[in-house]
């Protein structure tokens, strides 16, 4: 078991491009978790998918960031003009679903934006 | 606000001394779950339980879900301990496995 694979492990992109994240959840995982971490706010979440739906993307800024789970092996997390504030860890954790289900994290794509 | 409020903030240890990190939550929660995370690392579970005791090594997760509380001991603390002890709260009222974080205790173990 690979664990929650997440690529790429660092980016750099200039303020305006666009950057695109991948995650890839354990496999027979039915929850996708995304997360950004940063030292001022701690851990904030983002999104949440259960069965490839989106459920709950309360944590999302609205205006550039989209996710997307095409399939049940891979979610994808997409910041449109980028912003020098959008830098920050982006974590990614699946987890079996249900209430109780342990959360496994990725080792998390580092985002600097320039 | 903030629905996880751990402290201390940061914690310094020698050695072999014990740790209490404490957690405590603004919401009704299903359990606590307790996660480790070194500087730069990614965040590994260490601990999950709704109520009661727990124990895993040296490890004591303890949670008391009526007084919105929790903590967690290390016991003979070791060098290799240092780092982020990151404490989430899961809530069951949105009908789906719903996690918050606090903002973590950071601890560093000396010789």
């Known amino acids: 078991n690979a664990g929650v694979i997440q690529t790429p492990r660092h980016k750099v992109t200039g303020k305006g491009q666009e950057a695109t994240l991948w995650c890839e959840p354990i496999s027979g995982h039915s929850a996708v978790f995304w997360y950004r971490q940063t030292i001022v706010q701690g851990l904030e979440f983002l999104t949440y998918?259960?069965?490839?739906?989106?459920?709950?993307d309360s944590g999302m800024p609205k205006e550039r960031f989209s996710a997307q789970m095409p399939n049940q092996s891979h979610s994808t997390l997409k910041i449109q003009s980028t912003q020098p504030q959008d830098s920050a860890v982006y974590l990614c954790a699946s987890s079996m679903g249900q209430f109780y289900a342990e959360q496994f994290f990725g080792p998390g794509t580092r985002l600097t934006v320039l | 606000g903030q629905q996880v409020q751990q402290s201390p903030a940061s914690l310094v240890l020698q050695e072999g001394e014990n740790a209490e990190l404490q957690c405590n939550f603004s919401s009704t929660a299903t359990r606590l779950q307790w996660f480790y995370q070194r500087p730069g690392g990614s965040l590994v579970s260490l601990l999950s339980n709704p109520s009661g005791t727990k124990h895993t090594g040296r490890l004591t997760s303890t949670t008391v879900t009526k007084e919105r509380r929790g903590s967690l001991h290390i016991s003979s603390s070791q060098i290799t301990d240092s780092g982020t002890y990151l404490c989430?709260?899961?809530?069951?009222?949105?009908?789906?496995?719903?996690?918050?974080f606090g903002k973590g205790t950071s601890l560093t173990v000396i010789p």
């Open positions: 989430a709260m899961e809530r069951d009222d949105t009908g789906y496995q719903n996690f918050y």
């Open positions: 998918f259960r069965n490839q739906a989106p459920i709950d």
